[in-house]
């Protein structure tokens, strides 16, 4: 019998291991005989640790398994159906998980992250042996098409991207993948990187070959060791099958890469810092031009892509061009994985076709708040995302329709608060966020953010000229955002902003639009 006990960080982080150790255990002193395969999480995360027993039903889940819950589960015969109040039945009818469009996360808690075979036996590889039957041009075109735009939050057209950095004539080119997922709220990368790292080799594999690039870095925080741990060890079991190396799959083509750890600054996100730090510099940002597909790493064309946009191209490639951009509305195309994260009951992954709505994500999967009390306050997009307030939650989720509110679906975290949430904290934690982070090569970040979070704790003081600092404050919101060098200081005056525009009272103000 085999049994699926997630390895993933947040399922760890809910004693998985201790899980595993006793379901092991368990079983022995019961003389009954089960493999244990440590998979990627679901993304259920409320219910980690998700344990699935597989049976010729297909999957049925439990959850969330405690150790203390092991003895009582083998008691009431879980391994043959038994009946017990963790069953939660086959985990494929979960109604989080049913109503999702799972392409990039297709094998994400399916398999073992780690088995070639099984990377194969779902559907793994496809992609990367078309893109070797085909032209640079033809790979790149195919990208064009899909309609994917960059996932880490700016939403470049990828294939656009691929066509800088493979019409850049140069000895050496790089494909670069940036994993500092730094949002506040979001996991999907990880998620991802510790589910199924082989997708997200073979779409750097297939990149390499799209723009004539040999070499890739894996940027990675170095919050996520879990995620370090399977990458270095996917890598390693990707190159002793000849995946990676000199012969990229008996093609005569070159290809291979690494790992590189993050040392925790949230601007070692922003492409430029990434570089400097690969590069064993300060992570400070540079001014673009020249853009990093022209000038890279090392002074190299360079490709560099976020973990879901690079995850992506293997189905593209895969499945054709068509079949991705048929997903999604407008301009957006595809699918995004929203990750759902605050005062929520059901945190976790959702992907999902661009168009739906917050509102969807937050009652139809998130089932509400966790306290009980009314949500007032959804923050999409990171820390520099806008505050969204309930008259905006029936917007469809598409990047243009964002734009037009002045908010952004950046890299699809969405963080909730219910009705006990100070808005004037929440502003005055942005700008003490950009400040803290900021890496100081401007002066609108570098000092701007200081003086906003002193304007803001003048504001929270009242005093007679409460308005007057309003007023500043817009003023100085202004200037960071016409002239930050980067979207640290670029971004952080969208949550002060959408607080005071739709939470005026919150900072002791009537209303107050801008000027
Ligand atoms: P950007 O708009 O300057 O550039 C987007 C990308 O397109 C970059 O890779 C840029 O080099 C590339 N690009 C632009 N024109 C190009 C051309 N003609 N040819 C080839 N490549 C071209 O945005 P930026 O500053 O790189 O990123 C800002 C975004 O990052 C924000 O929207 C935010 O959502 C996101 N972000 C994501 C975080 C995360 O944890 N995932 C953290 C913080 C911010
Ligand atoms: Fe550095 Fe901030 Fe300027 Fe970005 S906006 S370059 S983080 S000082």
Not at 342 to 347: A, D, R
Request: charged share 20%; proline share 5%; glycine share 12%.
């Amino acid at each position: 019998i085999v049994i699926y006990v997630p390895r993933d960080a947040a399922a760890l982080a809910m004693d998985a291991d201790e899980v595993a150790r006793d379901i092991e255990r368990a079983a022995d002193e019961r003389g009954l005989s089960v493999q244990i395969v440590r998979n990627g999480s679901r993304g259920l995360l409320w219910l980690e640790p998700l344990v699935e027993i597989a049976t010729p039903q297909g999957r049925i889940a439990y959850g969330p398994v405690q150790p203390e819950d092991v003895a009582g589960l083998f008691e009431a015969g879980w391994l043959t159906g038994g009946e017990h109040a963790l069953r939660l039945g086959p985990t494929e009818e979960i109604p989080y998980l049913k109503h999702q469009e799972r392409l990039t996360f297709a094998r994400v808690g399916v398999t073992d992250p780690l088995s070639l075979q099984d990377y194969a036996a779902h559907g793994g590889l496809q992609g990367l042996k078309r893109a070797l039957a085909m032209e640079p041009g033809q790979i790149i075109d195919e990208l064009v098409t899909s309609g994917l735009r960059g996932r880490g939050g700016a939403a470049f057209p990828t294939g656009i991207k691929w066509k800088t950095v493979a019409a850049a004539a140069a000895s050496q080119k790089y494909i670069v993948c940036n994993a500092d997922e730094g949002d506040s709220g979001t996991f999907a990368d990880r998620l991802l990187m510790e589910g199924d790292p082989y997708v997200l080799i073979e779409g750097m594999t297939i990149a390499g070959l799209a723009v004539g690039a040999t070499y890739g870095y894996l940027y990675v925080r170095s919050e996520y060791p879990q995620a370090i741990e399977t990458l270095e060890a996917a890598i390693a079991r990707a190159r002793s099958v000849g995946w990676l190396g000199e012969d990229v799959h008996g093609s005569g083509r070159r290809f291979d890469l690494e790992v590189r750890m993050g040392a925790g600054a949230y601007i070692c996100g922003e492409e430029t810092s990434l570089l400097e730090s690969i590069e064993g510099k300060r992570g400070v940002v540079r001014a673009k031009p020249p853009l990093p597909a022209v000038s890279g790493l090392f002074g190299k064309p360079t490709v560099i892509n976020n973990v879901i946009s690079l995850a992506t191209v293997p189905i593209i490639l895969a499945k054709g061009a068509a079949y991705y951009r048929d997903y999604g509305v407008g301009r957006s195309h595809g699918t995004l994985p929203f990750q759902l994260a605050g005062n929520l009951k059901h945190g976790g992954l959702v992907e999902k076709a661009f168009g739906l709505t917050l509102r969807d994500l937050l009652y139809g999967f998130g089932g509400g708040s966790a306290s009980g009390r009314p949500l007032r306050a959804v923050q999409v997009g990171g820390p520099l995302g806008a505050y969204l307030p309930e008259s905006q939650w029936d917007v469809p989720l598409d990047y243009e329709a964002y734009i037009r509110i002045s908010a952004m679906i950046g890299h699809g975290g969405l963080v909730a608060f219910d009705d006990t949430v100070d808005m004037a904290r929440m502003a005055r934690y942005a700008m003490e966020f950009c400040a803290i982070e900021s890496c100081g090569k401007c002066t609108p970040c570098r000092i701007g953010s200081t003086r906003g979070v002193e304007t803001l704790d003048k504001i929270a003081a009242g005093g007679p000229d409460r308005e007057q600092q309003v007023h500043l404050l817009r003023d100085l919101c202004d200037t960071m955002l016409a002239g930050s060098l980067c979207a640290l200081g670029g971004m952080a005056p969208y949550p002060v902003l959408s607080a005071l525009n739709h939470f005026p009272q919150d900072f002791g103000i009537e209303s107050s639009q801008p000027a």
